[in-house]
Structure formats: structure tokens, C-alpha cells
């Protein structure tokens, strides 16, 4: 089956600087990659997804790029801010059956 | 849009009680909803996907009499946690999606279980 491997399992960056956070998938034929934001004592909010037909996705201060053939993905926030502290996770899925399999997390920690 | 409330948001009972949570897609029907759980600082791990009308496809060393899920309607999904004990503490937590493929899920504020 899938499995996601997700890096760094912590981060700290000052705040204005970019954070980027990495993960590979192993089965090739996923499909849907979206990532997670977890803060504390609530449950994931979606942030922003791509899909294997685009190479780079953006949303204002957050970006997502996808290497089909290495089987890699990425999120990259621009601009850090106090709010974006939080847990982030990645996420694979496709192969019609809607499950997503996620990386193990990577708490971003901004420091003002 | 896309909002996903599950209730209750803290429960602590005894051992030997039954628990049910519920999930509510508000505002988008759900033909899928999943049901996770989460260990401290550990990452998510699906316990079951439901169909609305069918019955739930558990993941392999889930206990589906243990924990019974029930999809009756598109915007209603429950967890019922039965005869729960101490191991069974944890952080639950349900998404719901619009159902075709790669659709987003979208995710509830979890529940928080602690059984004494």
C-alpha cells in the first residue's frame, strides 16, 4: 500500500521567512496530494491540494509543487507569520478508493 | 463552505460505558465520511470509511464491533465506542467529502475521549 514520508519533523523559522516542508509517496499511481493544518486541540483544515495533472499550485502565501516522476511534494509559505505556528501534515490519496494516507506531521514553529 | 461539526468535544466516563460520537457535514452532503484517530503528537490514523446506506469498511486490526459506525443519512455519520476502556482513550476525529474521487475531506474539531 501507500506510505507517505514526511520531513522535517519539527521547524523553526524567524518570522518573514519561508518555511518549506517535504514528502515522498510510494505508490505511483496516487493521484491527490493535499495538505493539513492542525493547531492545537482541533482537527486538520485543509490548506491546499494538487493534483497530478499541474506541477505547482498557489494560494497567496502558500505554494505546493508536485515531481510526479520523483514521486515528490512539497508546501512552501512565503511571508511567515505567528498564526501559520501549527502542525502540517501531507497527504496522499487516488486509486478511487478516497482514503488518504498521511505523513507523520511536522510541527512549524515561528519565532517573532 | 465545507463545514464538519462533531460532538461532543469532550467526553470522560467510565469504564465499561458506551460512547457515541456524532459527525455532521453542514452545509454539502456527505457520501463519504471517514473516522480517524489520533495518538499524542502522532499522525492520523483511519479507522474506517462509511458510505451513506452501506455499511463501513473498517482497516485492518480495527475491531468493527468495538467501534460501530453508522451512515444513515448524507450529513450523519456516528462512531459508538462500546464498552470502552482506558486503551481506548484518544483523540477521535471524522471528515466528510462530497464523495467522487479525490474530492477533499474536510475535517471536524475531534473528540476528545477519556475513559477512567
Known amino acids: 500500500g501507500e506510505n507517505v514520508e514526511q520531513h522535517p519533523s519539527t521547524l523553526s523559522v524567524q518570522e518573514g521567512d519561508s518555511a518549506v516542508i517535504k514528502c515522498t509517496y510510494s505508490?505511483?499511481?496516487?493521484?491527490?496530494f493535499p495538505w493539513y493544518k492542525q493547531e492545537l486541540g482541533k482537527g486538520p483544515q485543509l490548506i491546499i491540494d494538487?493534483?497530478?495533472?499541474?506541477g505547482e499550485k498557489k494560494d497567496q502565501r502558500i505554494a505546493v509543487t508536485l515531481n510526479k516522476t520523483a514521486k515528490h511534494f512539497s508546501l512552501h509559505i512565503t511571508e511567515t507569520q505567528p498564526e501559520d505556528s501549527a502542525v502540517y501534515f501531507c497527504?496522499?490519496?487516488?486509486?478511487?478508493?478516497?482514503?488518504?494516507?498521511f505523513g507523520q506531521g511536522t510541527r512549524l514553529t515561528i519565532n517573532p | 463552505g465545507a463545514v464538519v461539526s462533531q460532538h461532543p468535544s469532550r467526553v470522560i466516563c467510565k469504564s465499561g460505558t458506551s460512547v457515541k460520537i456524532e459527525c455532521r457535514s453542514l452545509?454539502?452532503?456527505?457520501?463519504?465520511m471517514f473516522w480517524y484517530r489520533q495518538f499524542p503528537k502522532q499522525s492520523l490514523m483511519l479507522m474506517a470509511t462509511?458510505?451513506?446506506?452501506?455499511?463501513?469498511?473498517?482497516e485492518q486490526g480495527v475491531e468493527k464491533d468495538k467501534f460501530l459506525i453508522n451512515h444513515a443519512s448524507l450529513t450523519l455519520s456516528t462512531l459508538t465506542v462500546t464498552s470502552a476502556h482506558p486503551e481506548d482513550s484518544s483523540f477521535y476525529i471524522c471528515?466528510?467529502?462530497?464523495?467522487?474521487?479525490?474530492?477533499?475531506?474536510?475535517f471536524g474539531d475531534g473528540t476528545r475521549l477519556s475513559i477512567l
Open positions: 452545509d454539502f452532503q456527505a457520501t463519504t
Open positions: 494538487i493534483r497530478s495533472n499541474v
Open positions: 497527504a496522499a490519496g487516488g486509486r478511487g478508493a478516497q482514503k488518504l494516507v
Open positions: 462509511s458510505n451513506e446506506g452501506s455499511k463501513a469498511t473498517y
Open positions: 505508490d505511483s499511481a496516487s493521484n491527490y
Open positions: 471528515s466528510a467529502s462530497e464523495g467522487s474521487v479525490n474530492q477533499p475531506q474536510h
